[in-house]
C-alpha cells in the first residue's frame, strides 16, 4: 500500500521534513575511526562524518547516510544544520522571517502558505472561531457563558503598563477597584495580580495567584484580596487556597522525568528494553506525576462542586503548574472545554494570554536551563480522561498528538513567546529593524496555530474528530430508554481521600497539613486528626457516589486513578518505533469501526430530513456527499473489513521518517535535491 494513503500529511513539512525547533541534539558519527561527537552552534568537527543522526524533541530519530557525499559536503551540512537549529536571537526563528515576507509581499505566496496566515486566523476543524483573548470582548463574553455576575473585566494592564506577564484584559472580582489592584501589584512576584480563570454555576470561582513578596503585608493583602473573592460568591462561601508548589512535582521533577521517559522509548535497540519494561516505566515517574496532577485536580472539584467554596491556586510565579491544575479542572468541570473550540480557547486563556513561558520551558533557542514540558504533560492527563471517558470528548487522540507537534512548529505564533508582551515588543523591534509599517497594530501578527487548514486538508482535517463522541443534541437511546453504564464498587480508587479544610479567618488554608505527593491521605496534626477525618470521610463518599452512578457525559468527570488506569500514551510516544506497531490493532481498529457506524447514522438522518423536506435530487446529493469521518460508509450497512494500512501508530508513519538503525538510511544526496550549502566550514565553526 502506497505511504501517501495512509500518511497523514502536513501541508507545510514534507515526509522528511524535521522544524528545527524540533531538534534537541545532532551526532555525528564516524563508523571507521569509531568516532562520535555532539554537535553544538560553534564547535569545529575534526572527522569527516559517514552518518548524521538527529534526534527530535517528538520521540523521532532521523538517520542520513553520506555514503554517496564527499567527506567535505557531509561536514558542511553537519555544521550547517547544528548552526541554524540553535539560533543566537529570538527574531532569528523562521516565523519572524515568514511575517516580514507577508508583510512586504501581502500578495504573494510564502512557502506554499496563504498570506492570510499572517493575519493570525482563527479558523478551527468545525468551521467555528477560537477566542483568542487578546480583547476586552472576548473575556465579557466569557463572563457571561459562566455567570460570573460579581466579576469583572480589568483594563489596568492596558498597554502592559503594571505587569509584562500578564494580558492586557483579565477579570478580577467586582469590589476590587483598578486603584487598589494597582498598589497591591508591586506586592506580587512579577507584579502578577490574582486572575480568575472559570465560575462554576454554583458561584464558586476558580482563581489563579502569585505569592506575595512583601512579607511585611502579606497577612493585610492575602486577606482583602480573599474577602473580594468571598464577596463575589452569592452564598458568600469561603475560599480555600491551594499550594500548588506544596502539592505537586515541581518542573525540575517533571523534566527528569521525561529525559528518563524519552531515553526509555528511543532506547536501540528497542527490544532490549523488554524484559525490564514495566519497571524502568515507573522509575521515570512520569506516570507517577499524571497521577499527582487527576488527582489533585480532583480534589479541588470536589471542593467546587460539593463543598461550594471558591478555589484560589497559588504558586510561586503563578504561570507554571498553576497553567496546568487550572486547565485540567475545568476540562473535568465544564463539556465546553471537552469540544475542539472549546478545548482551543481554554489553552489560549490557561496557557498563552496567561504567561506560560513557551519559548523557555519549550526551549526554542537551545539555551534554556529551564526547559519542562509541562504542556505535553497537560495533553498527557486530558488523553487519560478521553481515554477513560471517550464519549465525552468532541476531539481525538490524533488532535491531541498534533497539537503537541504543533507547538514544535516555528511559524506560529501562538506557541512561541513567554507572554503576550514579548510578542508585540520582539516584533515591532523586528518591524522597525525591517521597515514594516504597523499602523494602529500592537506588534507584528503571526499565523494562529488555530487555523488548522493551513497545516492540513479539509479531509485530514476529519481526523481530529472523535467518533465514539455524544454531542449534547444525540442522548444515547437504547430500547426507549436513556442508555446507562453501571460500575461495581471495584472501580472507585480507595486512594481518592479527602481533604479535610482547616478554617482559619474565613479562608481555608492547606498548611495545616503536610500532603504527602502520591495519595490524597494526608499526614495530619494530632490537634486536626478528629476534624480531618471528618472532612475526609466526607470527599470519599462524594467520589464513592459519583462513581456509582451513571456518567453524565454533560456534566463532572473525573479520573479513575489507580495504578492499572494511568496509562502510557502509545501513540504519541511509540508511533515512531516500528518494533512497537501493531498491524490492524491498536485504537485506531475500534476508532475505524465506530466512524463507519457513526456514518451510517448520519447517512440515515440526512436520508431522513430530506425525505421529510421533499427535497430536490441535486439537493440530496450535496447533502449526502457530507460526512464528518475520515473513514466512511460506502453505503448503509456496510461491513467492509479495516484498511490494510492500519496500524497502532496511525496516522503517523514509523518507517516512512527512517527513524530507527533497523531502517537503512537514504543518502542524504537524495534529499538535498541538488541543493546549494553555500557556507564554508570554516565560515560556520566561527560565526558568531
Avoid at 526547559?371 to 505535553?376: A, I, N, T, V
Avoid at 514544535?408 to 510578542?423: A, D, E, K, V, Y
Avoid at 494562529?448 to 476529519?462: E, I, K
Avoid at 466512511?632 to 497502532?648: G, K, W, Y
Wanted: some cysteine.
Amino acid at each position: 500500500m502506497p505511504l501517501q494513503k495512509f500518511h497523514c500529511k502536513n501541508l507545510l513539512l514534507g515526509e522528511h521534513d524535521v522544524p528545527l525547533t524540533c531538534i534537541e541534539q545532532i551526532v555525528t558519527v564516524n563508523d571507521t575511526k569509531r568516532k562520535q561527537k555532539v554537535l553544538g552552534p560553534n564547535q569545529k568537527l575534526k572527522f569527516n562524518p559517514t552518518e548524521l543522526i538527529i534526534y527530535c524533541k517528538d520521540f523521532r530519530i532521523v538517520r542520513f547516510r553520506f555514503d554517496e557525499a564527499g567527506p567535505e559536503s557531509a561536514k558542511k551540512v553537519c555544521l550547517a544544520i547544528a548552526h541554524y537549529s540553535q539560533p543566537t536571537d529570538l527574531q532569528l526563528l523562521f516565523a519572524f522571517e515568514y511575517v516580514g515576507e507577508v508583510y512586504h509581499n501581502p500578495a504573494k505566496k510564502v512557502n506554499g502558505i496563504d498570506p492570510g496566515g499572517g493575519g493570525g486566523g482563527i479558523g478551527s476543524a468545525s468551521g467555528q472561531q477560537t477566542p483568542l483573548f487578546e480583547t476586552y470582548s472576548d473575556w465579557d463574553r466569557e463572563i457571561k457563558r459562566t455567570g460570573a455576575s460579581e466579576w469583572r473585566v480589568c483594563s489596568v494592564n492596558e498597554g502592559y503598563m503594571i505587569s509584562t506577564c500578564l494580558p492586557e484584559y483579565f477579570v478580577v472580582p467586582s469590589s476590587l477597584a483598578d486603584q487598589d489592584l494597582k498598589l497591591y501589584s508591586y506586592s506580587f512576584i512579577g507584579r502578577r495580580m490574582p486572575l480568575w480563570s472559570w465560575n462554576h454555576p454554583n458561584g464558586s470561582a476558580l482563581v489563579r495567584m502569585a505569592n506575595i513578596k512583601d512579607v511585611l503585608q502579606q497577612r493585610r493583602i492575602d486577606q482583602r484580596i480573599c474577602n473580594a473573592i468571598t464577596r463575589s460568591h452569592p452564598l458568600r462561601s469561603d475560599v480555600y487556597k491551594s499550594d500548588l508548589d506544596k502539592c505537586l512535582p515541581n518542573i525540575q521533577e517533571i523534566q527528569a522525568a521525561h529525559i528518563k521517559l524519552k531515553q526509555l522509548c528511543v532506547n536501540e535497540p528497542f527490544e532490549e528494553t523488554e524484559e525490564k519494561w514495566l519497571s524502568s516505566l515507573e522509575n521515570t515517574r512520569w506516570l507517577e506525576y499524571i497521577r499527582s496532577f487527576l488527582k489533585h485536580s480532583a480534589e479541588l472539584v470536589y471542593m467546587m462542586e460539593c463543598k461550594h467554596v471558591s478555589v484560589v491556586l497559588q504558586e510561586e510565579e503563578g504561570r507554571d503548574l498553576s497553567c496546568l491544575a487550572a486547565s485540567l479542572i475545568q476540562v473535568m468541570l465544564d463539556p465546553y472545554f471537552r469540544t475542539i473550540v472549546g478545548f482551543q480557547s481554554l489553552i489560549q486563556k490557561e496557557w498563552v494570554m496567561a504567561g506560560y513561558q513557551f519559548l523557555d520551558r519549550c526551549n526554542h533557542l537551545k539555551r534554556s536551563d529551564k526547559e519542562s514540558p509541562l504542556f505535553l504533560m497537560f495533553l498527557d492527563c486530558v488523553w487519560q480522561l478521553l481515554e477513560q471517558y471517550p464519549a465525552a470528548f468532541e476531539f481525538s487522540e490524533m488532535y491531541l498528538t498534533i497539537l503537541y507537534d504543533s507547538a514544535r512548529i516555528s511559524l506560529f505564533g501562538t506557541f512561541l513567546f513567554n507572554c503576550p508582551h514579548q510578542r508585540v515588543k520582539e516584533s515591532t523591534e523586528f518591524a522597525i529593524s525591517k521597515n514594516i509599517q504597523l499602523g494602529d497594530e500592537k506588534g507584528l501578527r503571526f499565523p494562529c496555530v488555530w487555523d488548522w487548514s493551513l497545516q492540513f486538508t479539509s479531509r485530514d482535517r476529519l481526523l481530529f474528530h472523535n467518533p465514539f463522541y455524544v454531542g449534547k443534541s444525540a442522548p444515547c437511546v437504547q430500547n426507549g430508554a436513556v442508555k446507562t453504564f453501571k460500575r461495581s464498587k471495584k472501580n472507585y480508587s480507595s486512594t481518592l481521600r479527602g481533604v479535610p479544610p482547616a478554617l482559619k479567618n474565613g479562608i481555608i488554608s492547606e498548611q495545616e497539613f503536610l500532603p504527602r505527593r502520591n495519595s490524597l491521605i494526608l499526614k495530619l496534626k494530632p490537634d486536626f486528626l478528629q476534624q480531618m477525618e471528618s472532612q475526609s470521610n466526607s470527599m470519599e463518599q462524594y467520589f464513592r457516589d459519583w462513581f456509582a452512578k451513571p456518567v453524565d457525559l454533560h456534566g463532572v468527570i473525573l479520573p479513575r486513578i489507580s495504578g492499572t488506569q494511568i496509562k502510557l500514551w502509545k501513540l504519541c510516544y511509540f508511533r515512531w518505533v516500528p518494533e512497537a506497531q501493531i498491524n490492524h490493532g491498536g485504537f485506531i481498529t475500534a476508532f475505524h469501526k465506530v466512524s463507519l457506524l457513526a456514518d451510517e447514522v448520519d447517512m440515515l438522518n440526512r436520508n431522513l430530513r430530506q425525505y421529510k423536506s421533499n427535497s430536490s435530487l441535486q439537493g440530496n446529493c450535496s447533502e449526502l456527499d457530507q460526512s464528518r469521518m475520515y473513514f466512511r460508509a460506502n453505503s448503509l450497512n456496510d461491513t467492509s473489513a479495516a484498511p490494510d494500512f492500519l496500524s497502532s501508530s496511525f496516522p503517523f508513519s514509523p518507517v516512512g521518517n527512517l527513524c530507527r538503525r533497523s531502517i537503512l538510511g537514504t543518502p542524504l544526496s537524495k534529499f538535498l535535491s541538488g541543493a546549494k550549502i553555500w557556507l564554508s566550514t570554516e565560515t560556520l565553526a566561527n560565526e558568531d
